[in-house]
């Protein structure tokens, strides 16, 4: 059995992140989203809120789990008894960071394999921050983001 883990903020989900769950759910036989809690990047989002939101958005997709962790995804994979992380690759400005970071876990986890995955050309623009920024000013994000998503982005966002 292949499992996969699926980190991010998911602060919150975007269209960009359920495609790239469609398509890692249709290699591996098990796809665990993993909402990382760090509030040190002060969420609009609730944990269990996104965690919530993920499970409602990606209802369709039948091998898919959703979880939370706190401190070491290193820690997370192998309760998962997984090895297996995917991320998401849009632009070359994603691939530093990223870089970074397979190489950090791969010291920490030897057996630990870093999959990226290109974002589909439609999404390439497409990120939580945008996201939040155009709600907070008003604009139409429903395009970009599950329908419950835009929902309670404007429930959120939009003052007055
Ligand atoms: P983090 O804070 O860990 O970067 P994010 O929620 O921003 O978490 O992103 C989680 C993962 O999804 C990252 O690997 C990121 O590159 C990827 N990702 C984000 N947006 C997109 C997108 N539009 N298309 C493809 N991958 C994406």
Known sequence: MQIAVYPGSFDPITNGHIDIIERTAQIFDRVVVAVAINEEKLPVFTVEERVEIIRDAIRHVPNVEVDQFAGLLVD?????????????????????????????????????????????????????????????????????????????????????
């Open 76 to 160: 997370f994979m192998r309760q998962q008894q997984s090895n297996v992380v995917v991320r998401g690759l849009r632009a070359i400005s994603d691939f530093e960071y990223e870089f970074q970071m397979a190489q950090m876990n791969k010291q920490l986890y030897p057996q630990m394999e870093t999959l990226f995955m290109m974002t589909q050309p439609e999404h390439g623009y497409l990120s939580s921050r945008i996201v939040k920024e155009i709600a907070r000013f008003g604009g139409q994000v429903d395009q970009m983001v599950p329908g419950v998503v835009a929902t309670q982005l404007k429930e959120k966002l939009q003052t007055g």
